[in-house]
C-alpha cells in the first residue's frame, strides 16, 4: 500500500499534475520542477489504534468578536512590517461561530468525530520520533508542543493529557477566551498555555518547540509558504512538524463543500473556498523548502454509516502530513 501511495505521488510529481495553483503565487514554476526532480518523499505505512477521548461539555460565552489585525512589528525602536498569515475574511468566519466550540453536534462535529483518529496518528508518529512509549498514559511528557490555530482547544487539550507541555495559538480572541475557559475546569489541561497571536510573532519571539501542529488551518491562512516558513521556525532542529488539511480535488469538492455545507449542513456554507485547498505535493514541496521533510502522510476517510472517520492511504480528501526539521539551522 506504502508503495501504491508512492507510485502515486511519483505519478503527480512527473509534472503532469503540476500544481499550477502554487506556480504565479507561491512557488516559481521552475523552482517546482527543480524540487520534483530533486526530491525523493518516503512514505511510509502508518498504524495504531484511537485512545479515547475525554467527555465534550458544551460552553458558552458572551464576548466581543475580536481579531488580530496588527502586523507591524518593532525591530530596533522602528516599526516594520512583518509578514502576516491572516486572513480576516477567513477569521470573521470563525469568531461568527466560536461559541460553538465545545459544541459536538455544531459546527465543529466534524473536527470532533475526526478527532480520535488524528490523535491516533499524532501519537504513533511522534512517540515514534521522539522514542516515546505508546502505551503509557503519558507519552509526551517532556515535550513542548504547539497548537497552531488552536481555536476552541479540542486538539490542545487531549494532547496536555497526553503529558506535553501545550501552548495553543490563535488569531481570534473570542477562541482563545473559550479554550481558557473550558481548559480551566480540568487540572489535567488547565496548564495549556492560551494565547490570541499567530505562528510568526511567536517566531519574532524566539520561541522553539518539540512538535509544531497545524491541523485545518493552512486552507484559511493568507499565504501557505510564509505559514509553513513559521511553522519551520517554531520547530526545533530534529523537531515534528505536522500538518493537516484538504486536498484540491473534484472528491473534496464534491464532499469536504457540496456535501459538507449544502446537503448535510455540517459546515456553515463558505466555510471552505476549493481554490485554497492544497494538494499533499503542494503541502511537501511547501514543507521542504522550509527545511522539513515528510516522513510520513495518512488519509482519513469518513464512514458515513460508522459516522466515525478511519486512517487511510486515500488521500484525495482529508490528510496530514508528518515532517522532520532537519538537523541544521
Ligand atoms: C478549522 S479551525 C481548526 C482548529 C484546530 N486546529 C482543530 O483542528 O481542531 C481553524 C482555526 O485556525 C484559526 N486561524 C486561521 N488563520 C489563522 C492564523 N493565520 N493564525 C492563527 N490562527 C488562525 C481560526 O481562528 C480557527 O480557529
Ligand atoms: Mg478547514
Redesign the pocket.
Known sequence: MAARLLTRLRHHANTANLPHFLSPQLIPRREILQRLSLTTIQFQRFSDVARPLPKELTTSEETPPAILSETKSSVNGARVSIKS???EA??AK?SAIAETWWDAEGPFKP?HALNPTRLAFIRSTLCHHFRKDPDCARPFEGLKFV?????GG??SEPLARMGATVTG????DK?IKIARLHAESDPATSSIEYLCT??EKLVEEQRQFDAVL????IE???DPAE?CKSLAELTVPNGATMVSTINRTMRAYATAIVAAEYILQWLPKGTHEWSKFLTPEEVALILRRTSVTVQEMAGFVYNPLSGKWLLSDDISVNFIAFGTKSSEE
Open positions: 498569515s491572516l486572513n477567513e477569521l470563525f473536527l497548537d497552531v490555530g488552536c481555536g479540542i486538539l495559538v490563535d488569531a481570534v477562541n499567530t505562528a497545524a491541523l485545518e488551518v484559511h491562512v493568507a505559514f
